[in-house]
């Protein structure tokens, strides 16, 4: 195309984008009219993509990390002909694909939801980094960012990592409109600022008028032939641009145009320009292919191990058996013990360093392009991904996330260091598996399994050792449970998990000692729950007594009530949990002090079966 | 002191991280003694302090980010006298305010709880932003960072909050030891690769041998007589400084000296040196003054308010009220309508733009200065906080979190924006407090309450506009609830919070014309539940329907358990809350597909009096 049909397809952008927002009486076509030179310009003459085959190996990828600028992508959808216009003019109903903010569970072009702003980026290296070590392939990455989202650390957590693995299949373009959400941003059209930032993490920057479609069409030119480096193209734009009611003005954020037939005759009236995208260049399939047969870990009953351990040894034996398995590590390697697979499968290993945004945004490009991402940290540190989790499951991405060092189990490391919160965490994630082991066996068959799963899986590991409780050929089936102590004459049922699986077992051999007999159910699947066998112990039991190293909300305790939320009859409940701030001392010091060791489960267990409340 | 004083402090402060971590057999000597040079500097030089009088005005403020180099700060407490030999060997034992990582919840000179890394700086940024805008103080703010933590995003997000306020009240330190806990950092000890980051962000950087005390010294001198800017100091120095077996060595992270007594030897021995701090500046003590009658705001009844408007204008008045409530914000006050208080307290008001860690670690700064901060952004972006939360929890800081947008009832945006993970979340937090109103008078009467409490409290406001229905003078006490219909002939409970409520009272309606009479229980305290008014509506309705804008794990159902788990009887229970991953649509819409509309309500009720269960 030349400059003048560049800039008629960006006005029909414009005019797609303000139809689309004024039918929906909602949405945000300012945003999506500053940017729509910026993609023209791609869509017409650097985007390779065939929209009939997403799933092709050699299409690149396009991340709208500003996905708020919707409109824009669908009307750009459109002029590719991937929508029509009938389907444009749902955007934001009930049932359409074209959502406030994209989805690929709706949209097959679509890598990865957006919404929350500063997350395209990360995930976008996830997918460059797949692009480049492990597909091979000469794909490139679109990522379209707004300027206020660049408040983000998590951009700057991902622009230090793309700089230090030197993307150059990655070019950021960020639609520097000057405006956010509630007035200017912070350095409004100072591109040299953002070209400072981005050039101190190692990047190349390219400054445009992000309307000059010429200066826009030379400057993807350059990124496209830098080597070595990722590049940033920062273009100055206006919010609204080409209407005179709303061009960088501000308070117009997210909301249609005032007066919509008025702005789309000044933008030049409706067009029906139909982009002719470049085809992407042949491309291999990217197969899974068995790299060696599988040998998963073997230990003694008995033998003391911790999960962190079997987990690692576990994921590499996995590595072996599958090739589309890969690790990503936070800088704790040694401690997850993911270091087992970076040791087995050092190709397919990624130390995220400390930045556990980027750690599960990678996880999340990578699941995109088809591989089975394993991420581990600490269980505690999970907490700084929450937002990235939350949208991975937006997204319906398969990652496997692994936090270790559960609970106030660790000991003398205090609590910051301590995973106290994350199966509510998890938990309340949509769609997610939440599976807590607690031996060696368990956490091998559950690390297999994860991999089969959808959505967002969590596996919790503990940091010290614990016996091998279970078989290597024990099946632990997702939203099964085991029954590890059970006779006619139960007068409870303690379900425990993790590391109060062995707490409670040494309870029930004291009640025993003592005449009591109780069950102990080892929940080891807490989302989804057992619920079969949770209410057969209650009928059977009459009560149940919960206990995790773990908060007492949200947890294993609110877990087994998924089972009597249906009106049925409830069994008498008690929950131990941990309802102090820990601070420093040994591990069997703090499920005292917490109230969740064995003498603890015993003497509130005592209170139950006498009918009595235990306070 | 001199050259040689100064070195032979910062052996000494070696020695006694050495000996700390050997006796508790734990704990991190080697990332303790990189930066005891830097230490012993400031100690001597530079900060000024009044261990007597940790609460002087003029007090410097010293944060540790790098938490777990906490022997080296426990051995500069008892080189300035604040602490005691003894007590430095209690390190990491149980009920020893030497806690593996430093909280100020033990300790009255630490400023902020840190061991998740990254943290330090912007809670510093707090700090150092209330001294100046707030408390118009002299006092400097010192935080030491460690080089790995330098890959978390918030540090950059820290970066670029500092660089822009021009914090030069500001210090940063930062220990480049070149090792992380797994292996070798990005940059190892290309200081000038840090350095450029942070001059992208505009800020002064000094670059030195950290091991060289007077170049230390010089090196604080510049900073503290630099203008307009915050400076970074990048200090090269070696892991495990001083001790040949540990020294610059990979694979001792976190590990006590293989050989403690050999060890102390070759740093010289133990002494016992007593450093003079300097004292802190006359200054004034922060007073909280009324600035003007207290005027909340009032509707009337049935007036459609939505409750985050309810929240900016409450926000204002207290504001009005009392000098120490200040207001942060994430770019979107006109959304949370943070923007009455900005209004009418620029003073007071903080825009922290699209940085959501930024926007609660600023919040828990002030906090520890004995501001009372309001931070407030959408529900689903304090997600992005989650670990600041944690922490704060753990430092016992009293902030004010806000999430407007809860629920799919916002309709169109889709689920990005919604927050539907946000009570679990902050219910699991230690210690906090989880409010969700229905109606104005409410909403501005907790909002005031929040003010006092202890913690973290969090506050669940809503888009949409919904009728007012409590009067301006009804009281909301903490832990209580509000009963709306009520009857000798209810048949079960309905039990709702915010949006909910409204749908739950149409829903009775519909029932009592069936002949169906059910209590309807407006929990607008979630955590804590108001256990009373739950138990004696389980023992005369017999069975509680809960019914909630957000996902079914953690929420307002999981909160009304813990009423019922001290081994009581339990209620027949059904709880309805948003299963399905949400599209777009129109809020009633939204909460008819998520089935936790009236009518909803209506069918599982008329199924759980009938005894049936609901499926």
Known sequence: MDTAELTDLGQQLRVDSVRASAAAESGHPTSSMSAADLMAVLLAHHLRYDFDRPAHPGNDRFVLSKGHASPLLYAAYKAAGAIDDDELLTFRTLGSRLEGHP???????????????????????????????LEHSDARVWVLC????????????????????????????VDVNRLGQRGPTRHGHDLDAYARRFQGFDWHTVEVDGHDVDAVDRAYGEALSTRGQPTAILARTLKGKGVAAVQDREGLHGKPLPDADEAIAELGGSRDLRVRVQEPPAARMLHSVPTGRPEPPRWERGEEVATRDAYGKALAALGTARADVVALDGEVSDSTRAEYFAKDHPERFFECYIAEQQ?????????????????STFA?????????VRMASISGAGINLVGSHAGVAIGQDGPSQMGLEDLAMFRAVYGSTVLYPCD???TARLVAAMAGLDGVRYLRTSRGAAPVLYGPDEEFPIGGSKVLRSSDADRLTVVAAGITVHEALRAADALAAEGIAVRVVDLYSVKPVDRAVLRRAAEETGALLTVEDHHEEGGLGDAVLDAFTDGRPVP???????????GSASPQEQLHAAGIDAESIAVSARLLVENAVVA
């Open 103 to 133: 989805t690929p569970r709706r949209l097959p072009w679509v890598e990865t939801a957006t919404g929350s702003l500063g997350q395209g980026l990360p995930v976008g290296i996830g997918i460059a980094l797949a692009g480049k070590r």
């Open 146 to 173: 707004g300027d206020s989202e660049l408040a983000e650390g998590s951009v700057w957590e991902a622009a230090e990592h793309a700089g230090h693995e030197r993307l150059d299949n990655l070019v950021v373009i």
């Open 359 to 375: 750690l599960v945004a990678a996880a999340v490009g990578m699941a995109s392009r088809g591989f089975v991402p394993y991420a």
């Open 380 to 388: 505690a540190f999970l907490t700084r991904a929450y937002d990235f």
């Open 440 to 442: 060696a066996h368990q």
């Open 572 to 582: 008498r409940l008690v929950r131990l949990a941990v309802r102090t701030m820990p």
